[in-house]
């Protein structure tokens, strides 16, 4: 590599820096917006997004992937359950445990909320071809895993 090409790499990881905090910033004043709509809060939030990826989940599960305490999590639940977004139902295959699901009814869910949003996508998607699209989605899946760890990381106690 060239000292220009040192150079221009410089210049570009930085301007990528900077983009990829812009984005995160108008990402959480989009879902902050989206969960103020909905009556619900950022942990509320995160939580449906878990059962609508992953399906029904056990409060361990989601204590596991929200990091809040079990007892946060039921807490969490008992709000969710009262405004008519989740239910408890036995768990499929051991009766004595309860797994969380989407209500089927979900009150003024984001799915109508979002087809503008989704709309916006798909045309700014129209500006790039396939490949493109594959490098931003191989780039994005890389990020999420750093940020995972680095996210784990400072809510780690230190030893």
């Given at each position: 590599m060239t000292k220009r090409d040192g150079a221009e790499r410089a210049e570009v990881l930085g301007r990528l820096?900077?983009?990829g905090r812009a984005h995160g910033a108008v990402t959480v004043l989009f879902h902050s917006a989206l969960a103020a709509r909905l009556g619900l809060?950022?942990?509320e939030m995160r939580t449906l997004d878990h059962l609508r990826r992953e399906g029904p989940l056990t409060a361990k599960d989601l204590a596991g992937l929200t990091g809040l305490a079990p007892a946060s999590v039921t807490g969490l639940l008992d709000r969710l359950e009262t405004k008519g977004f989740v239910?408890?139902?036995k768990h499929p295959t051991d009766k004595r445990r309860v797994v969380v699901e989407l209500s089927e009814e979900e009150p003024?869910?984001?799915a109508g909320l979002l087809d503008d949003w989704a709309r916006e996508v798909a045309e700014a998607c129209a500006?790039?071809?396939t490949g493109e699209l594959e490098t931003v989605i191989r780039?994005?899946?890389v990020m999420d895993e750093r940020?995972?760890?680095a996210a784990?990381?400072?809510t780690t106690p230190p030893s």
């Open positions: 820096v900077e983009v809060n950022a942990t239910r408890r139902v003024a869910g984001p500006e790039f071809d780039f994005l899946s940020q995972r760890a784990a990381r400072l």
